[in-house]
């Protein structure tokens, strides 16, 4: 069984904190994406990687930036978190082209 | 850019009658097409996906529909029950991207009354 692991369940940041959110599976998949979910616009691109140190931009890459070092990791990094980044956080993984993500559980951030 | 327009944001049925969550994509490339259910506090979960060269494909309760020339395809649930309960996201793969990239709906929040 796929899983796919967040770090934090819950973050809390200040107003332009550097905010660090992990994410890490274990079976060897090659693409990684990170979302975020807010209601009533479902869930948004913010960047993906494909391939170790490749990544490309989503729908919404402003603010964010990402890194890839290892396969199994992928990180997202609010580089001066602002009150308008408070949203829940989803990491996914998927094997290759046209199958299906896992996610993770979540990071709820809320940055006051 | 390209978009997934998912209808309606909110369907409340009774126990035992049928569902239809219903989604439009724009992206005429678009290829593959999964399903993916989420209950309150947890993660979104794959609950069946259907590719393009396939007009429609059904797991027990659950059924979807794809209609390419329209651009549209539909999420049936039949003999609904209580846990049957969350918010459901379709989603479209886009273009000819090689990474498997998806866009997601808006999500639709299903409630089965007992």
């Known amino acids: 069984d796929v899983k796919v692991t967040q770090s934090s369940r819950y973050l809390v940041k200040r107003t332009g904190e550097k905010v660090f959110l992990e994410c890490v599976q274990d079976?060897?998949?090659?693409?990684m994406f990170w979302y975020r979910q807010d209601p009533g616009l479902g869930l948004r691109l913010i960047y993906f990687?494909?391939?170790?140190?490749?990544?490309e931009k989503g729908d919404i890459p402003e603010g964010y930036s990402v890194s890839r070092e290892k396969k199994e990791r992928f990180s997202l990094i609010l580089e001066s978190a602002s009150t308008n980044q408070t949203s829940m956080y989803l990491c996914?993984?998927?094997?290759?082209?046209?199958?299906?993500?896992?996610f993770g559980s979540g990071t709820r951030l809320t940055v006051v | 850019g390209e978009n997934v327009e998912q209808h309606p944001s909110t369907l409340s049925v009774q126990e035992g009658d049928s569902a239809v969550i219903k989604c439009t994509y724009s992206?005429?490339?678009?290829?593959?097409f999964p399903w993916y259910k989420q209950e309150l506090g947890k993660r979104p979960q794959l609950i069946i996906d259907?590719?393009?060269?396939?007009g429609e494909k059904k797991d027990q309760r659950i059924a979807v529909t794809l209609n390419k020339t329209a651009k549209h395809f539909s999420l049936h649930i039949t003999e609904t029950q209580p846990e049957d309960s969350a918010v459901y996201f379709c989603?479209?793969?886009?273009?000819?991207?090689?990474?498997?990239?998806?866009?997601f709906g808006q999500g639709t929040t299903l409630q089965v009354k007992p």
């Open positions: 990687s494909y391939d170790v140190k490749m990544k």
């Open positions: 259907i590719r393009s060269n396939v």
């Open positions: 989603a479209a793969s886009i273009g000819s991207s090689n990474t498997g990239k998806l866009i």
């Open positions: 992206d005429s490339a678009s290829n593959y």
């Open positions: 079976m060897d998949h090659e693409n």
């Open positions: 996914a993984s998927s094997l290759e082209f046209n199958y299906g993500y896992t």
